[in-house]
């Protein structure tokens, strides 16, 4: 396949020991199949990565275009994404994740904000067609990559309606989406359960369930991440297709909400899934998780708001949310709570050797908020992330299939099964 870009700065990354039967100190009891030890001959080409399909399950779009004037042709002097930074990283093609963020839900602007920020990406993709096309299918991505452009796969993170209303999701679906988170960011809607949220249906509502149904009608991929534990595995018992949890780490690892225990990962494997493991910290080093639960807690002192927020404006919501961009970590993290990617590369390998090299795959989370490993400033160091697993002793084929052909197989699955 035809790269636009060679590897990038990979002499930076320093060598690494990682031990595939010990993390943290701690033994791990699990089938040595999978271990990255029995992977093969360790892989050491210089040019796997510029060589290799390269796909990424969440990065965030939109916010800064929407409410910033900005265009991703542009290369910008801060966040983790535009185009330049996105061929510089050597992405074939990324899901193309437009945000809700929660302000818009309680004041019922959650729907016209998805519809705007779906139509702002369909005409940046237009407007950068040289480099960029939008795709629908797994067989779309490819004749894309051989026109030497990248493919957008869209993709929604936040309630398309908190209701749920299947004819908004069958619009969403004729504009091209694919790909639909169904919680509302961290908070429960009327139909699912969040992990962080108040668990109002006992995981998925019969309401939900129809939600599924119709995703899986219309080939529209169904992503769990920000789900609650039972959410997660009723959704797995009710979908005919293959889950995805787009963005996140394992429980095993970081006790969070938002990390999936091993229990609903083995279960969205057994369906032909997929976990794209997230970039950041929080989610991924335990001196990180640990740091940041021992500090002071400080109580928030509670003012009235100017206005209520149900009657605020859509207007006026995005001057509030319009502060926060870029949505980067902007904490400094001491040496001593700072990972590299060889932590990201272990928790990949906790990934494989309990559920296969089949169902992980990389999430960064790109302007999402995380806090980035040492050598990762931006997407335009993504080479990082592979030769991280070189180093681990992974072989060509499973670095492969992480860095890519994993979410390439499922979306051919649910996108091209009629």
Known sequence: ?????????????????????????????????????SSSKYSSDPNLHSNAFVMD??????????????DIGQRYSDGHVDLPRVIQGGLDAFFFSVYTPEPYYESRHEVKNTFRVVELALA???KNNKIIELARTASEIEKINKRGKIAAFLDLEGGFDLDGDLNILRA?????????????????????????????????????????????????????????DDAILQTVATSQDPILYTHGGFRGIVNNPRCISDECATAIASKGGVMGIQFGSSFNNPKYAAWQASKPKVKSVETPPAKDNQSLTIEEIDQQVAKGLPFVHKE???????MGVDQLAKVIDYGVRLVGDDHIALGSDFDGGPPLPRQIKDVSDYPQMTLAMQELGYSEKRIRKI????????????????
């Not at 399950?57 to 800064?64: E, K, L, N, T, W």
Request: glycine share 8%; charged share 20%.
């Open 172 to 228: 969403l679906y004729r504009l091209g989406l694919r790909s639909v988170q169904l919680t509302a960011h961290n908070e429960t809607n009327g139909f699912i359960d969040s992990c962080y949220g108040k668990k109002l249906w006992g995981g998925l509502n019969e309401h939900g369930r129809a939600v599924v149904k119709e995703m899986n009608r219309l080939g529209i991929l169904i992503n769990v991440a920000h789900a609650s």
């Open 124 to 126: 940046q993709i237009e």
């Open 1 to 37: 396949m035809k790269r636009r870009e060679v590897l990038k700065g990979l002499s930076l990354l320093p060598l690494i020991d990682l031990s595939p039967l010990n993390y943290w100190g701690q033994a791990l009891v699990m089938n040595n199949e999978y271990s990255a030890s």
């Open 57 to 70: 399950g969440h990065i965030h779009m939109m916010s800064r275009q929407l409410l910033q004037g900005l």
């Open 332 to 338: 400094v993290i001491p040496d001593e709570y700072w």
């Open 403 to 418: 860095v890519g052909l994993n979410w390439l197989r499922v979306i051919r699955e649910v996108t091209e099964k009629n």
